[in-house]
C-alpha cells in the first residue's frame, strides 16, 4: 500500500524559511502535492507537481512557494519563503495514481510574529 513520509516542519519566527519534504517508495505516483490545514478550517490546496515536472499553485501561494522534485528519491519537496503567521497549518503531502489519492499523515508549520 502506497505510504507518504512528511518531514521538515518546525517553529519559525515570520519572514524566515522552511523546505518540507514527503517520500514515497512507489513509482505508480503520476503526481504529488501538498495541501494545508488549520484547525476549524477546510484542507486548502497548495501546490503539486507531475511526473513530468509540470507545477500547479494556488493563486495566494505562488510566489513564496515552491514545490520541486527528486524523482531518484521518489520525495517532493516544498520550499516555503517569507513565512507569515498565517502559513501556520499542518501540511499534508499527497499522492495520487490513475484511481486513489493517498495522504501522508501531517507535518506541522507553526510561524509565529
Known amino acids: 500500500q502506497v505510504q507518504l513520509v512528511e518531514s521538515g516542519g518546525g517553529l519559525v519566527q515570520a519572514g524566515g524559511s522552511l523546505r518540507l519534504s514527503c517520500a514515497t517508495p512507489t513509482f505508480s505516483i503520476n503526481a504529488m502535492g501538498w495541501y494545508r490545514q488549520v484547525p476549524g478550517r477546510q484542507r486548502e490546496f497548495v501546490a503539486r507537481?507531475?511526473?513530468?515536472?509540470?507545477?500547479n499553485y494556488a493563486d495566494s501561494r505562488k510566489g513564496r512557494f515552491t514545490i520541486s522534485r527528486d524523482s531518484a528519491k521518489n520525495t517532493i519537496y516544498l520550499q516555503i519563503d517569507s513565512l507569515k503567521p498565517e502559513d501556520t497549518a499542518v501540511y499534508y503531502c499527497y499522492g495520487e495514481d490513475s484511481i486513489n489519492v493517498y495522504w501522508g499523515q501531517g507535518t506541522q508549520v507553526t510561524v509565529s510574529s
Open positions: 507537481i507531475t511526473s513530468g515536472g509540470r507545477t
